[in-house]
């Protein structure tokens, strides 16, 4: 969930890299208006070589008039410095006005996304939470299940050894209706047997 934290911190390397480079072009920048400035000092109090030798400290001044000299060609006047200065001042200003922008997108798109870190952070922390909830609940479902399956085997087993007592009572029952029964036979038929003899024996007297 770290990757908008990698992403933000890349993003100001890359602004600071961008700033550090632009930093060598905004001294020139400075450096340049300085010589503008003194040519253009120069060329108002009519004395150009001192203006000359001030702007271009680096360059030996006989050598620039050699080189004047050879080419015959007139140098760049301090407008036309000045002008080329003022073209590069708007071109970085517009560089630095886009490298702006840039940096507020990339700062505008890293709050964001830390915004949306948070949110899913707490998403995701209710998650687990709703989630150990289920869990809890789930176990104990699954041992009242337990608890009522073994009730439920047990109870078919007192069943089944009802149902064998009373399949055992019942042959009982019938086995003991069936001898009742042989023994009412036999007494009907021994009661009926002496009767025939009595009946036999007052006939004869």
């Known amino acids: 969930m770290a990757h908008w934290r990698e992403e933000y911190l890349a993003a100001l390397t890359v602004r600071d890299s961008r700033e550090k480079a632009n930093s060598a072009l905004y001294d020139a920048y400075a450096r340049l208006a300085d010589r503008t400035s003194k040519l253009t000092t120069a ?9 000359e030798s001030e702007a271009f400290p680096t360059i ?7 080189g004047r000299q050879r080419s015959n060609e007139p140098g760049p006047t ?13 071109k ?3 560089s630095r006005s886009e490298l702006q922008d840039q940096l507020n997108r990339v700062n505008a798109e890293a709050e964001k996304l830390r915004k949306t870190s948070i949110q899913e952070t707490r998403r995701i922390n209710s998650l687990e939470t709703e989630r150990a909830q289920l869990k809890l609940r789930l ?20 069943l089944a050894t009802l149902n064998l007592q009373l399949n055992m009572a019942e042959e009982r029952s019938a086995r003991l209706q069936k001898e009742n029964q042989d023994l009412v036979d036999r007494w009907m038929a021994r009661m009926g047997q002496e009767a025939e003899a009595m009946n036999q024996a007052s006939k004869f007297s």
């Open 43 to 51: 060329a108002n109090n009519d004395s150009p070589a001192p203006a």
């Open 60 to 66: 030996p001044s006989p050598l620039v008039s050699a």
């Open 78 to 90: 301090p407008t036309d410095i000045l002008n080329a200065t003022r073209a590069d001042l708007s």
């Open 92 to 94: 970085a200003q517009r």
């Open 139 to 158: 176990r104990d479902r699954d041992a009242e299940l337990k608890g009522k399956a073994k009730l439920l085997e047990d109870f078919q087993d007192e």
